[in-house]
């Protein structure tokens, strides 16, 4: 192994680390369990794939609604935890259905026309992400900004594949220079503690209201794997197969759950990591499991980066989402669509307009174990879900105004 190696996955985990702790913060599940279950989810993911896919998986934003709405019903986190087990195996369900009709069936489904917005769509939704961290301190945010770009830019050899340590390393020093770091949380924390694991049980209310969340999230990792193998430059839906890869995902999820973990998905953040730094050895990203497990175990290191000022992951994350959403652009170019045709306009236009203009279909709602759960689907899914069925139902062949003749256009 490289000793660069190491740098370049705790880069990983740095960009990883806010969205993996913030959602145990919004639903009451423990962040330090949460970095364990994203490390050992992500370690069992390689290991289902054959180690070829760069991916790392962190908590899944998709599942705050319904954990929030067990919890409000009076499930228990470990009923809640089982619900999320639950959810892994859906994962599971739509692997063998992907194994039995093939992956290039779903590649039919997902061509480029629509895989290209789609991949633009998950940049860009996370954009306002970015911005609102950063307009907490756009001084900060500039410097990390600028940092990281200068890195990727300029620089060679490490310093130029560590772009997003370097980023939020001069952010940081500003801030410290500036007095704009709260050391209080560092300071108490212990060096070491054990990650309260929750078990988990079954119930059957709490897995109706939280396991058919994962007919959602299925169409998302689609999405983030598309994004991924254009990124590396390789066909992850052959190979290592579609199959795997939703399946390494399902039993991540399945374990996260059974220990008292949030939901697992795959993460546009560190993607975007690959696509500024241009280094795809999957090895970078088992490291960073394991930095993840390691921060688990160790609270102080945990509060360490908890005490990056907002400014600063704002920055950097201008950076990490504008570069998947650039992706999304090279895929439509490198296919060579032909905006000419009003087919391929009125798909692309209506991905981007379903999915950043945060659409949501209603589908009403279920009564389960006295809560009314809505039945929606929004965001990326229903770009996503609109994109196929458009590009399935327009027709292909020659419009009209193509077959015409010069002479039949003019007046």
Known sequence: MKPRYLLLGLQHTVAMFGATVLV?????????????????GTLVFHLVTGRMVPVFLGSSFAFIAPILAAK?????LSAIGGGLAAAGLVYGLFALLVLLIGSERVRWVFPPVVTGPVIVVIGLTLAPVAVQMASKDWLLAIVTFASAVVSAVFFRGLFQMIPVLLGVGAGYLLALLLGRVDLKPLQEALWFGVPPFTLASLEWGAVLLIAPVALVTVMEHIGDILTNGRVVGKDFFTKPGLHRTLLGDGLATSLAGLLGGPANTTYSENTGVLAVTRVYEPLVLRLAALFAILLSFSPKLAALLQTLPQGVLGGISMLLFGMIASIGIRTLAEAEIDFTKSRNLIVVSAILVLGLGGAVANLGTIQVAGAALPLKVSGMALAALAGVVLNLLLPQKLEPEELATEEERIP
């Open 24 to 40: 145990p913060l919004l639903t009451g599940l423990n962040p330090s369990v949460a970095l364990f279950t994203a490390g050992l």
């Open 72 to 76: 409000e019903a009076g499930f228990s």
